[in-house]
């Protein structure tokens, strides 16, 4: 049997639509001169992607060449089925004879879902991403979806399915997390994979292995393998069925039943070998959805008439963690709640990134022989036969909000009344004016200052409203305080002796002394700290030690209100993936002189070199006698330097 040829553009043969997104690997286009796979009826509508220009060194051609070329080499049924699951690869698109990018198919229909508006009516159509789910009935039924438990459990089992499937192809997700994956209820529950020129491949990999936040497998163990697909599987389950963005106990699973709890437990084993197969989940997800309710449900009721007003003052910390997707841009509330207004620069606020539909690109499919019927049914026509598109296509609505993981859907509670003593310095206050709080967490006593250590600016300012959560969304937002005799709420930033730092999210880049002086937020770059976590109203640095890759905290102090306190937990940026390489981890060496590189590949048999050895010493040659080394220090932190051994494979 021949080997396929590989579905191949010239890039300046495509007509390219508007951008749909931007993320750290290329951008992505529609496409309006091509279609593919005609045959299932009107054929499906295309999308590129195109790498950027930093990855491009690190790309391996030959990897994405093979990708486009596995749906011609598999039989019919395969073929489809694949094409149906997840985003794979249609055609690889070159400039000049050198790759690019690729094409591949744009979202099916039915995972989407119409978004619920904050004021009730149904909004945009969305991406029906996994991470919605990740959050309480409550916020899931409030924003449009119904979803029963039995749903949840179906949808895990259809994952679990379909990882045995591709575990059987030679296919490892490698980055399974909700970020990359779709789902839909009806006409039956299923899942779609995206996000799959990242996938392994018979151990091959485009681009180095990635890992999202919170789902990572344990340290030092190779990434992109079957046993890491269970890993993640069960991180899923427990979170799924937990409504918990980082949940990890198996307990979590105990009211569905204990086969499920013991089933987690194993797949979580730290030990690879020692974790069962996608189809053992399968199985028990089942058996187990058979019993599970079927009611979907319910959105909270607003306020309805005859509400109690609000009281005259009232105030909630919120602590700054990552928002639900669809969650409210300031001058919207959340879900049941009537939407504030903006008093002055509402737009303050509104600087937010929007999520990538980079990520939210879907499979496109090719075969060779589609017209004889011989290679995959009704799957792809060659690329080179890609019918014209009519004038407009579908496109993929990008979320407007900042990070859709985890939500902070907590509801203020009414203080007891009382009369503001400052009730024209609320009333004048405007965005960039700052006060000093001289009152505690349940009763504030705001009194103006200068903008100065120590001061809470105002950040946004909410008319006709008393709603604290008009704040939730908000920029850098620490304390959010109502006056019903003004009718507005104000929305604070704590002004942090200790810098800006004090504002790091995670997957921001910080760095500071290892003495008391100010910690400043920086461009990601070799010698500074990368944020892994942040932890709000604690000093406790033991909550760091599960972070991969964890070897530094900074904590920030507020004597005032020790519910503002931020704990970091930082992983130091060193120059290459040596930093962080453990005994017998496999390297690919490059470079030569001052220039070489060590880089994890997420594969043994596309590296070159093995690590034998690592201490924490600083240029420590001698330890490794007589293999090769690397060797690092960073000038402020000495105990963070390390000298790593390594020899060829």
């Known amino acids: 049997m021949n080997s396929p040829r590989t579905p191949m553009v010239e890039h300046h043969k495509l007509t390219l639509g508007r951008q749909l997104g931007q993320g750290g690997q290329g951008t992505v286009y529609e496409v309006t001169n091509r279609k593919i796979n005609e045959a299932a009826g009107d054929g499906w509508d295309v999308v590129y992607k195109e790498y950027g220009p930093a990855v491009l060194p690190a790309l391996r051609a030959d990897a994405l060449a093979s990708r486009a070329e596995l749906i011609g080499g598999l039989n019919a049924a395969d073929a489809k089925w694949l094409c149906e699951r997840t985003a794979w690869p249609a055609a690889v698109v070159q400039r000049q004879g050198h790759t690019c990018g690729f094409l591949m198919r744009a979202v099916p229909e039915r995972f989407r879902f119409a978004f619920q508006n904050l004021g009730g009516a149904s909004g945009t159509q969305r991406l029906a991403n996994m991470e919605y789910l990740l959050n309480d009935d409550a916020y899931v039924a409030g924003v449009g979806l119904t979803i029963s438990s039995r749903d949840r459990l179906a949808i895990l089992g259809d994952l679990a399915t379909t990882l045995s499937r591709l575990h059987r192809l030679g296919i490892t997700v490698g980055d399974l997390s909700p970020k990359n994956l779709l789902f839909a209820t009806a006409p039956h529950a299923e899942c779609f994979l995206i996000d799959a020129d990242a996938m392994r491949l018979r151990g091959a990999t485009v681009l180095p292995q990635a890992e999202t936040p919170d789902w990572q497998i344990?340290?030092?163990?190779?990434?992109?393998?079957?046993?890491?697909?269970?890993?993640?599987?069960?991180?899923?389950?427990?979170?799924?069925?937990?409504?918990?963005?980082?949940?990890?106990?198996?307990?979590?699973?105990?009211?569905?039943?204990?086969?499920?709890?013991?089933?987690?437990?194993?797949?979580?084993?730290p030990d690879p070998t020692r974790r069962p197969t996608p189809a053992l989940w399968a199985e028990t997800l089942a058996a187990a959805a058979t019993t599970a309710s079927t009611a979907p449900a319910s959105a909270p009721a607003g306020p309805g008439p005859g509400a109690v007003s609000a009281p005259v003052r009232q105030t909630r910390r919120t602590q700054r963690t990552r928002r639900a997707p669809g969650s409210p841009l300031p001058g919207g509330a959340a879900p049941g709640r009537k939407p504030a207004k903006a008093k002055t620069g509402a737009g303050f606020a509104a600087s937010v990134a929007v999520v990538l539909v980079a990520l939210l690109a879907l499979a496109a499919t090719h075969s060779n022989q589609a017209d004889s019927g011989t290679a995959s049914g009704s799957v792809a026509p060659a690329v080179s036969d890609f019918p014209a598109v009519p004038d407009s296509l579908p496109t993929d609505p990008a979320s407007t909000d900042p990070d859709?993981?985890?939500?902070?859907?907590?509801?203020?509670?009414?203080?007891?009344?009382?009369?503001?003593?400052?009730?024209?310095?609320?009333?004048?206050?405007?965005?960039?004016?700052?006060?000093?709080?001289?009152?505690?967490?349940?009763?504030?006593?705001?009194?103006?200052?200068?903008?100065?250590?120590?001061?809470?600016?105002?950040?946004?300012?909410?008319?006709?409203?008393?709603?604290?959560?008009?704040?939730?969304?908000?920029?850098?937002?620490?304390?959010?305080?109502?006056?019903?005799?003004?009718?507005?709420?104000?929305?604070?930033?704590?002004?942090?002796?200790?810098?800006?730092?004090?504002?790091?999210?995670?997957?921001?880049?910080?760095?500071?002394?290892?003495?008391?002086?100010?910690?400043?937020?920086?461009?990601?770059?070799?010698?500074?700290?990368?944020?892994?976590?942040?932890?709000?109203?604690?000093?406790?640095?033991?909550?760091?030690?599960?972070?991969?890759?964890?070897?530094?905290?900074?904590?920030?102090?507020?004597?005032?209100?020790?519910?503002?306190?931020?704990?970091?937990?930082?992983?130091?940026?060193?120059?290459?993936?040596?930093?962080?390489?453990?005994?017998?981890?496999?390297?690919?060496?490059?470079?030569?002189?001052?220039?070489?590189?060590?880089?994890?590949?997420?594969?043994?048999?596309?590296?070159?070199?093995?690590?034998n050895g690592r201490t924490s010493q600083y240029d420590a040659g001698a330890f490794c006698g007589n293999y090769g080394s690397t060797t690092w220090k960073p000038s402020d932190y000495p105990s963070l330097a390390y000298t790593v051994c390594w020899r060829w494979k």
């Open 404 to 611: 859709p993981i985890d939500p902070d859907p907590a509801t203020s509670e009414p203080d007891t009344p009382s009369e503001s003593p400052t009730p024209d310095a609320i009333a004048d206050a405007e965005v960039g004016s700052c006060f000093y709080d001289n009152g505690t967490s349940e009763d504030p006593d705001l009194v103006a200052t200068d903008c100065k250590d120590g001061a809470f600016k105002v950040v946004s300012i909410y008319s006709d409203t008393t709603d604290l959560s008009s704040c939730d969304n908000v920029t850098d937002n620490d304390e959010s305080v109502s006056s019903a005799r003004n009718d507005l709420v104000l929305c604070l930033s704590y002004q942090s002796p200790g810098g800006t730092a004090y504002h790091a999210h995670q997957g921001d880049c910080v760095y500071g002394s290892s003495g008391t002086g100010s910690w400043s937020t920086q461009t990601c770059q070799t010698g500074n700290f990368k944020v892994l976590a942040t932890y709000r109203g604690t000093s406790d640095d033991s909550k760091c030690n599960s972070w991969p890759h964890y070897n530094q905290w900074k904590h920030f102090g507020v004597a005032s209100d020790s519910g503002l306190d931020v704990l970091l937990c930082l992983s130091m940026n060193y120059p290459d993936d040596a930093g962080y390489a453990t005994k017998n981890e496999c390297l690919l060496k490059s470079g030569s002189g001052q220039d070489v590189t060590f880089t994890n590949v997420g594969s043994c048999a596309a590296s070159n070199v093995v690590v």
């Open 218 to 269: 344990p340290d030092g163990e190779e990434k992109a393998t079957c046993a890491s697909d269970v890993y993640k599987l069960a991180l899923l389950a427990v979170r799924l069925i937990a409504r918990d963005q980082t949940a990890t106990d198996p307990a979590a699973l105990a009211p569905v039943g204990p086969a499920l709890v013991d089933l987690a437990r194993s797949s979580l084993d």
